[in-house]
């Protein structure tokens, strides 16, 4: 049974009456571990999962199953219907309009028949190559290599909508005898884009790079970040700053702030689910159909993200960013961002830098002040000091704490082409995104300790 058929069949099984909302996704997977150049781990998933949601009095209840029997169906909808009544009962009305019409949204390129096909043997050639780039230069390779294909359905007595998706992403630590290490990855819609030997060697480089380790003082530094950095960064971003909910509140970053300058003049940022370098998808958990939506243009703030229940709450339309039937109680979140790049190379970035700080990526992030976009996290796999407009040395990880927006308003140059980044880490349900976004520099950047 497909996603389709699945999500039709329990809003039949559903019942008319409490005019139900169906979701059904089917994720199918593999993914491949490996560590110490060997591989350790490999797992396949085939998964149908259904979701009903009913609307009472403002409060929208939802129950889930992987059972696709039809009495498995009513008992769900039956299960969300007491959720529902009970918020209600509890709490009074809700804001909760009704369910939108599901709309099949925009034709896109985020599917790859190739990648749908999970092959082992193409993850087996990514580490094999992985692992011989890895023994060139003396170092162990770690990491995960995984795809997937997705198929989400929703449906209600409004109309179905359909989409389709692949995904693949690899990426590679390597771990020098020194204990050094470096970091590489690659995200795509098709598998047959990422290039284990090209990862490995890049994170090898990083790991087997020459000279004694500095420690730097806390304070302000000019910095380079790379695209991994950057883009969990500006992740953060979306969820302090373009969070509809947490802006109709009060609580978001932009609270107040849109149409002001909250960035350099080069920050062009928005979500653009049909960007080429991005995973996009044609509508978002409420059946609303993407569309590109500027957030930051020309460093001026532009606008925030909503579902429906964000929208009702700040008198504006869902954009098509619902995480869940009803709205997640996070809120609603850009899963597409692009940062549009600049004019610069790598050593062009540098070469201002007297004495600044290179990053490679960033771990152990977390919100400090929402409200201020002010995040702390921790350099790894690749931090190194810039001297005299070059990368000299590697540098002891050292743990940021700033204000993105801050950061984006202090930018000086982007490179060039944005690149596609993610984690990559696949727990739960799969709904996998990323950040599309450059390279840059900023003219200073807090650091309030070391990391060692």
Known sequence: MNALEAAERALGAAGASDRPFATATRERSLLLRFAASRPTQATAVDDLAVELAVVRDGHVGRASTNDVRDDAFSAAASNARVAADAAARAVGPGPYPGFPAPM????HAGHDANTARLDPARGRAELEAAFGAAAGAGVEAHGIWTAAEVETAV??????AFDLVTDAFMKVICIAPSGRSGYASATAVRAGALDGGSLAGRAAAKATAEGE?????PGDHPVVMEPQALGLLLELLGATAFNGLAHAEGRGALAGRLGTAVAAPSINLSDSPRFPRTLPRAFDAEGVP????PLIQDGVAQGVVHDVNSGALAGASSTGHALAVGGSASGPLPTNLVLAGGGADEAELCAPIERGVYVTRFWYANVVRP???LVTAVSRDGTFLIEDG????PLADL???DSVLGILGRTQALSAIPLLTSDGEFYGRRFASGVACPALRAGSVRFT???Y
């Open 213 to 217: 380790t500095e420690r730097l003082e």
């Open 155 to 160: 449906a209600s007595e409004w109309g179905v």
């Open 371 to 373: 409200a201020e976009s």
């Open 104 to 107: 099949p949204g925009p034709a």
């Open 390 to 393: 070059r990368v000299t040395r």
């Open 399 to 401: 743990r940021l704490t």
């Open 290 to 293: 993407k569309a590109p939506l």
């Open 449 to 451: 300790g070391a990391a």
